[in-house]
T-cell receptor, first 112, second 111 residues
Framework: DAKTTQPPSMDCAEGRAANLPCNHSTISGNEYVYWYRQIHSQGPQYIIHGLKNNETNEMASLIITEDRKSSTLILPHATLRDTAVYYCIVRVRQGGSEKLVFGKGTKLTVNP | DTGVSQDPRHKITKRGQNVTFRCDPISEHNRLYWYRQTLGQGPEFLTY????????KSRLLSDRFSAERPKGSFSTLEIQRTEQGDSAMYLCASSATKTQYFGPGTRLLVL
């Protein structure tokens, strides 16, 4: 089962910041939070990941709460091409294996 | 293009037929993963390779499914005696460390 919960859908105006929340209250201390997005009929695209500290790259910023029970992905200036399903994922490592456990994600629609 | 590639991109088959999909990971990525995605759902983990060793198989991977990664390079996923419930997008990902990079997927339709 997915270790994260996200709202099923969100809307954002073009040019504005999109803030996508994610709850991961059962995350373990050494588990990373990953964000991917999937545009219709394509493979998931990696966006960003973090463990404890806030992270920023050319695509987005990731804000992780101090207790690590939730995080927010920020797209600073959303464009129409950012319309996609956004997945917040906890990377699970068990024994010698590892995997990403996806939920249903948040469908972000950027409106003109 | 140095990303993960998958072949074919689309496959239509009749129930009962066997199908095989290929995944070429990013060069020098020693970890390879297969996922399956049905309509409206997030991808579900199927199996994980580290080099040529298959280290985990999901319960979703029934006896009709087999995956290989000879020589630790490309990987194949075979489905024998396909069923209509096998219709889905099959995704491959590879990684060198923590971050997995996905290919475009193979969309399978079983008639």
């Amino acid at each position: 089962d997915a270790k994260t919960t996200q709202p099923p859908s969100m809307d954002c105006a073009e040019g504005r910041a999109a803030n996508l929340p994610c709850n991961h209250s059962t995350i373990s201390g050494n588990e990373y939070v990953y964000w991917y997005r999937q545009i219709h009929s394509q493979g998931p695209q990696y966006i960003i990941h973090g463990l404890k500290n806030n992270e920023t790259n050319e695509m987005a910023s990731l804000i992780i709460t101090e207790d690590r029970k939730s995080s927010t992905l920020i797209l600073p200036h959303a464009t129409l091409r950012d319309t996609a399903v956004y997945y917040c994922i906890v990377r699970v490592r068990q024994g010698g294996s590892e995997k990403l456990v996806f939920g249903k994600g948040t469908k972000l629609t950027v409106n003109p | 293009d140095t990303g993960v590639s998958q072949d074919p991109r689309h496959k239509i088959t009749k129930r009962g037929q066997n199908v095989t999909f290929r995944c070429d990971p990013i060069s020098e990525h020693n970890r390879l993963y297969w996922y399956r995605q049905t309509l409206g759902q997030g991808p579900e983990f199927l199996t994980y390779f580290q080099n040529e060793a298959q280290l985990e198989k999901s319960r979703l991977l029934s006896d009709r499914f087999s995956a290989e990664r000879p020589k630790g390079s490309f990987s194949t996923l075979e489905i024998q005696r396909t069923e209509q419930g096998d219709s889905a997008m099959y995704l491959c990902a590879s990684s060198a460390t923590k971050t997995q990079y996905f290919g475009p997927g193979t969309r399978l339709l079983v008639l």
